[in-house]
């Protein structure tokens, strides 16, 4: 048995057996984070079984693990269309507020990548809500480069967010 809990902390990609540990971690970010993503707690939380499951397993989606408990989650989706299958947009991107700050972000994004990489995408796109400094900062570390903005992107009880749109080739 380990002496630290870090011992038990490992980071991949969730399978269909993850599907509850998704939903938590997923609903967490989204009741935690309201104006960090464009879904809220709401929409996801009226997913049936079937739906959650097709969340999971339609598009790759990561964590990081602390023994079973899952404490971080990102995922990308991949353009279905075939002159734009070289793209895919990072998303659900969270890290659990106490384990912030410890560089669990960038490592997920770095499993993330090298999946994406694999699978022959060759660029990663992702929107950020402008006034979220912590994510902003983490993307110009791991090379995204602002390519736009979406004035009134998302409207959180009614105040109007932009969205600064981030590229990053991974080719
Ligand atoms: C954005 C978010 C995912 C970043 O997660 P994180 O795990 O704190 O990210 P990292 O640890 O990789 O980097 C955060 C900070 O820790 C520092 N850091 C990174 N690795 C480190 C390490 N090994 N040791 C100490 N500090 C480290 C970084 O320099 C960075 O510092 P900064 O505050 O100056 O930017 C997190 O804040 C979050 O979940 N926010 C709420 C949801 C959200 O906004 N999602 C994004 C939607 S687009």
């Not at 989204?30 to 999971?56: H, M, V």
């Not at 979220?132 to 409207?155: D, F, H, K, S």
Request: hydrophobic share 45%; glycine share 8%; aromatic share 8%.
């Amino acid at each position: 048995m380990g002496m630290s809990s870090t011992d038990d902390i490992i980071i991949r990609r969730l399978g269909p057996d993850d599907v509850d540990a998704f939903r938590r971690i997923r609903l967490e970010a989204l009741r935690l984070n309201p104006t960090a993503f464009a879904s809220t707690f709401e929409d996801w939380a009226r997913f049936d079984d079937g739906e959650w499951l097709r969340r999971l397993t339609d598009n790759p989606a990561f964590a990081v693990l602390d023994g079973a408990e899952p404490v971080a989650l990102m995922g990308y989706v991949r353009e279905r269309s075939s002159n734009a299958r070289h793209r895919a947009t990072v998303v659900m991107v969270y890290v659990r507020e106490v384990m912030r700050g410890a560089g669990f972000a960038k490592r997920l994004l770095d499993v993330l990548t090298r999946h994406a990489r694999a699978q022959g995408i060759g660029q990663l796109e992702l929107g950020v809500n402008s006034q979220n400094e912590p994510a902003r900062r983490l993307y110009e570390r791991e090379g995204y480069t602002v390519i736009g903005c979406i004035p009134a992107a998302t409207i959180v009880d009614g105040v109007a967010m932009d969205e600064v749109l981030m590229m990053r080739r991974i080719d």
